[in-house]
DNA sequence: ATTGTGGCCTGCCCGC
DNA sequence: TGCGGGCAGGCCACAA
């Protein structure tokens, strides 16, 4: 499923719309208009959506967010910093996409092989389509309507991003509520805390998984009783894990998929593998290396 | 306030 | 063979 992997993906695929203008839109399907600008209406998408050009597509966690430019100044319009000071768009859309979305530009889905929806690619699911004043088009293609679009999401609730987290910003995350530097440190499950977007943004079910699975972590762990090296290899492994996964192109594609299953063995030890719901999430995990 | 839970949504798989 | 229940998890509303 689309977790930062997959978004990042689909964010360079989205690059191949830079600069093209916007003519019309079609929301094929009432789904997941998220309101939280109280502007993303179907008349509001089209009154600012229609005409714009896509300046650039950028990405915080699954969020994936194209900047626009309503003035028409583009291309050869004014630099990005004379659009507007401080934003260098007039407009932003916000995509998400659940746990099933994908994002089909010009008719060319990314193929990726995504768990947990079809195997076929049918156009009955695309839910929000763009066209382009060119003849193109942008549309994302959800079957179990999960996903989402929203003008001016507000991102500024959101945590670092994955692929870059600093130590530091890991163990701000793992060590207890953010605002009372002197308090005890809260009994969450180490796993609950770097799925949390707010903490950390990008990490879904399968990355968290694996990510404590080479860190050596149980999921269940509280997060507060991390010691400073035990969250040194956390971070680390979440590091490597996402460089890792993006090379192979996929989240589903890490060291412990295949034992993610009832009867699965551990593939570092042989010991059975354990399940259990952490952190609201189906979790596997090696009850001999994970601690 | 922080943390946990349930529900949404739908395709697919398994067992009867 | 057909059918239905359960399952998958990102995200949000809601409860405690």
């Known amino acids: 499923m689309p977790e930062l992997i997959e978004v990042e993906r689909y964010r360079r695929t ?15 399907d009432p789904f997941g208009l998220r309101n939280g600008s109280g502007r993303t209406t179907t008349a509001g998408l089209q009154a600012a959506l229609v005409g714009a050009t ?38 932003i859309l916000g995509l998400r996409f659940g746990m099933t979305g994908r994002l089909v530009v010009d008719g060319t889905a990314e193929i990726d092989e995504l768990l947990y929806t079809s195997g ?4 009955v699911w695309d839910r929000f389509r763009v066209r382009f004043a060119d003849g193109g088009t942008m549309a994302v293609r959800d079957p179990r309507r999960l996903g989402g679009v929203e003008l001016d999401p507000d991102v500024s609730a959101l945590g670092p991003d994955a692929t ?20 005890s440190g809260s009994t969450a499950a ?41 969250t040194v290899r956390l971070h680390a ?49 090696c009850p001999k290396h994970q601690r």
């Open 54 to 91: 896509i300046l650039a597509a950028r990405r915080i966690g699954k969020l994936l967010l194209l900047d626009l430019d309503v003035s028409g100044g583009l291309p050869g319009g004014p630099p990005a910093d004379e659009v507007r000071a401080g934003s260098p768009a007039d407009e």
């Open 237 to 285: 492994a979440i590091l490597a894990t996402v460089a890792d996964l993006t090379e192979r192109g996929g989240s589903h594609l890490g060291d412990v998929m295949e034992a993610r299953h009832p009867g699965g063995f551990c593939p570092r030890d042989g010991a059975a593998m354990r399940v259990g719901r952490v952190g609201g999430r189906t979790s596997w995990w």
């Open 14 to 28: 989205a690059t191949r719309t830079i600069g093209r203008t916007i003519e019309a839109i079609e929301l094929l």
């Open 164 to 183: 870059a987290v600093t130590l530091a910003e890991v163990r701000a995350a793992v060590a207890g509520p953010a605002r009372s530097a002197g308090s």
């Open 120 to 123: 076929r690619d049918d156009a």
């Open 190 to 230: 180490v796993k609950a805390r770097i799925m949390d977007q707010y903490r950390i943004a990008g990490i879904g079910n399968l990355l968290a998984d694996e990510i404590l699975w080479r860190a050596g972590i149980a999921p269940g762990v509280a997060a507060s009783s991390l010691s400073k090296a035990r």
